[in-house]
């Protein structure tokens, strides 16, 4: 059975930093895109930082030059490396891989979700 575990999620005061993590396990043969999206209240999910196994990354415009994306690709890890939040950066952020597993195809998968929680 494959999971995606997050952590690092928490409360933190305008401009400081957190560090999310996330590992893939199971029946895992390879990795494709893996990366983090978040869903803020009464808000729709949202890209926020994706790294492919190649190394090309994509974030979206309101985190660009504060977050950084970055990947163990042997251990099937992504991490995100969050500095000068926002209170607008409070959501549940997700962790997504695309992975392919033994003996069937190519899936998404999604973590179980963390909060972050920007607030003075």
């Known amino acids: 059975q494959v999971q995606l575990v997050e952590s690092g999620g928490g409360l933190v005061q305008p401009g400081g930093s957190l560090r999310l993590s996330c590992a893939a396990s199971?029946?895992?043969?390879?990795?494709?895109?893996m990366g983090w999206y978040r869903q803020a209240p009464g808000k729709q999910r949202e890209l926020v930082a994706v790294?492919?196994?190649?190394?090309?990354?994509d974030y979206t415009d309101s985190v660009k030059g504060r977050f950084t994306i970055s990947r163990d690709n042997a251990k099937n890890t992504v991490d995100l490396q969050m500095n000068s939040l926002k209170p607008e950066d409070t959501a549940v952020y997700y962790c997504?891989?695309?992975?392919?597993?033994?003996?069937?195809?190519?899936?998404?998968?999604w973590g179980q979700g963390t909060q972050v929680t920007v607030s003075s």
């Open positions: 790294r492919t196994n190649g190394g090309s990354t």
């Open positions: 199971g029946s895992i043969l390879s990795t494709n895109r």
């Open positions: 997504y891989a695309r992975l392919l597993l033994q003996n069937s195809g190519w899936y998404n998968y």
